[in-house]
């Protein structure tokens, strides 16, 4: 088993460039790097207000809340899986009951109540995915229907605010000038890459996005394996909402909105392959800084947000486009 996964593994990590030429493989491991040097520099030249440590911090706050989601979310596309769309409710399911249950159990409990919850939504959807067979689409996006419903009626569709300002000030804090939001999602990012990349979960998950029956054959658990990407979507969400919700002191239940796009288009830009097989949380986050960095330079630039998305919604569509054809041109 352990020389096929590798095998699968092999082609789905370092066989993709390959065949292609010595500017298409310099050009996907260097473009994303070049683009992101190009727009920090463009910012810099456009906007006094750019480099500036207030920026920056908001730039890398906003990072992480979004960051913790796209961690899970490159489980997802690696396994096979191709999106989860109920992050928008699971973010909300974190968000609201990490300062709805503070009165009744106290804040501590009530954040691991509601990323357990948040998890439990992610596990009914890797169910429904891993071992019913129902298309990740529909499954998430009628499990995140099923679960904002829930939510909405449980708080009375309206605005929930937090009872202990202390537990904003903790996540508000900093540690040698970093907020402290920004390193529990780098220690998210850390545990992610290392159980992508060095654990044999990592490994059966490429195996599983890169040859299904495959993996199948040679004896990897695909099911449980796709069904944990969701599970692990779904912790990393709940834990982005319970974040978001003590930052604010305040959830409602279209908390979430928007997310999912986020974390998609991130994923996707950085280079993971939306077919399955292919990518690595550094790449992801890579894309996650790029559109982080274009997002507020457009917004510091004054371009409307209708405009913003267009710009989002073209990238996503170039990079698919780009995963297409590099696949195509691995197995010409």
Known sequence: MTNTTAAIQSEGTNGRFNRGSRLVDLLSRAGLALAILA?????SLSSPVFFTTGN???????????????????????????????????I???AILSLALQPMIGPVPAFIVA???????????????????INPIIATLGVGTIVLGIVQAAVGGVIVYGTDPATAVLVKSRIFGIPAIVLIFLVIAVIGNFVLSRSFWGRWTFA??????????SAVPVRAVKAGAFVITGLCSGLSGGLLGLTLQSARPLVGTGYEFSAITAVVVGGVSIMGGFGSV????????????LTNVMVLQGVRTPVQGFVLGLLIAGAVALDVALRKRGVA
């Open 39 to 43: 727009i920090v520099l463009y910012g």
């Open 282 to 293: 550094p790449r992801a986050i890579a894309g996650l800084v790029f559109v982080q960095i």
């Open 208 to 217: 599983t996005g890169g040859n299904y029956s495959a993996a199948e054959a």
């Open 56 to 90: 920056f911090v908001n730039v890398m706050t906003s990072m992480a809340i979004v960051g913790i989601v796209v961690v899970g979310m490159t489980f997802v596309l690696v396994v096979g899986g191709l999106a989860d769309l109920s992050v928008p409710a699971t």
């Open 92 to 94: 909300a399911c974190g």
């Open 115 to 133: 990323v357990s919850l948040a998890g439990f939504c992610g596990l009914v959807s890797g169910i429904l995915v891993g071992y019913v067979g």
